[in-house]
């Protein structure tokens, strides 16, 4: 603990002395999101990314994540704790095979969950995050064929609310997807009384017997805005540092994850690789600093630009 204490006072000097701002997803450990300038889901993240007047970013989340901070500031340096932080919805989608799938649907417009490659992005019309994909899709013709990708869950949950016309890349995530069912009933057995709110990566199950599905920024104002006493809460455990931060007197319990988890709850292995001393480290040497090629920066940067253009 005396040693996190000198990393984090290192940590704000560094800070300091180089102009640089630190951004954090909710699913980071809860030191990291105590000591960040802002906090966040991805759409709140993005924006952030594309106002600071930063320097430097240091992007305490995953590799998409930092990545769409270049795209948006490509004058910034963007540096991530650890390179190795990817996620499993951007793995399940290389750029040659998405070229070859959208090329088969030449009719249809492209929109991509922003947790993509920014080649991907490069490929796409429109990004969207889970507080705006809604909004987005509805904002288009009714009569628009719509490619979705890369995560299943969330397009088939976007497809039912807005009855669109869309064809889904069969991505997932493999945290979302790990919440199990039998654990999950038995849970809701024992808490009558409990509200079940899940993020729409979760499997249509989940999504269908849910009380409230939304982004993680929308889970979070959900419980300080309701009036009940007692959610499980089906998304990745990290999002409870805050959601106790808010609603200490509330009664939170994190969805069961399967016994393929080596944690009881959902936990994403690649956001747990954020460690203080990966963010002091990243912050000092200035690195493993983000790039982007400029040929797909500029193409990612209009998907990214239209996205946040509509979500105003
Ligand atoms: P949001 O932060 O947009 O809710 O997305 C959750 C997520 O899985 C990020 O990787
Ligand atoms: Fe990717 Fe899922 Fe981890 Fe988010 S929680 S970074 S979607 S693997």
Same mark, same amino acid.
């Given at each position: 603990?005396?040693?996190?204490? &000198? ?32 906090? !966040? $889901?991805?759409? !709140? @993240? /993005? ?6 007047? =930063? ?17 948006? +500031? ?11 932080? !990817?996620?499993?919805?951007? $793995?399940?989608?290389?750029? $040659? ?11 249809? %417009? ?35 064929? %719509? ?17 669109? &016309? ?5 991505? =997932?995530?493999?945290?979302?997807? $790990? ?13 009558? &009384? ?19 599905? /939304? ?50 709850? /959902? ?37 990214? =630009?239209?996205?946040?253009? @509509? +979500?105003?």
């Amino acid at each position: 603990i005396a040693a996190d204490l &000198d990393l984090i006072e290192e940590i704000n000097r560094l800070k300091k002395e180089k102009n640089a701002v630190i951004l954090a997803h909710y699913y980071v450990d809860g030191a990291i999101q105590d000591l960040a300038d802002y906090i !966040g $889901d991805s759409l !709140g @993240l /993005s924006q952030q990314a594309a106002a600071t007047p =930063a320097d430097m970013i240091v992007f305490c989340g995953v590799h998409f994540m930092g990545e769409t901070a270049k795209v948006l +500031s490509p004058q910034k340096k963007v540096v991530i704790p650890d390179l190795n932080a !990817g996620c499993s919805l951007a $793995d399940s989608a290389p750029a $040659d095979k998405f070229a070859a799938f959208k090329a088969q649907h030449p009719d249809h %417009i492209v929109i991509s969950y922003i947790n993509c490659s920014a080649e991907i992005k490069a490929l796409t019309d429109i990004v969207c995050t889970s507080s705006n994909a809604l909004h987005i899709v509805n904002s288009l013709p009714k009569d628009q064929k %719509i490619i979705f990708a890369p995560d299943a869950n969330l397009g088939r949950y976007v497809a039912q609310k807005t009855g669109r &016309d869309m064809v889904l890349w069969d991505g =997932a995530c493999i945290v979302h997807i $790990d919440i199990s069912r039998e654990k999950l009933q038995k849970l809701r057995e024992e808490n009558p &009384d409990a509200l079940l709110i899940a993020h729409p990566e979760c499997k249509e199950d989940i999504l269908l017997q849910a009380d409230f599905v /939304s982004s993680t920024t929308g889970l979070l104002k959900f419980v300080e805005t309701s009036d009940h006493q007692k959610f499980i809460v089906a998304t990745e455990a990290g999002i409870l540092h805050k959601m106790k931060q808010a609603v200490p007197h509330k009664k939170l319990i994190p969805a069961p994850a399967t016994d393929n988890n080596t944690c009881a709850c /959902s936990e994403c292995p690649y956001m747990k690789m954020n460690t203080l001393e990966k963010v002091y480290n990243a912050l000092l040497y200035e690195q493993p600093e983000i790039i982007v090629p400029e040929d797909i920066r500029l193409k990612a940067y209009d998907s990214v =630009a239209r996205m946040l253009e @509509l +979500s105003k």
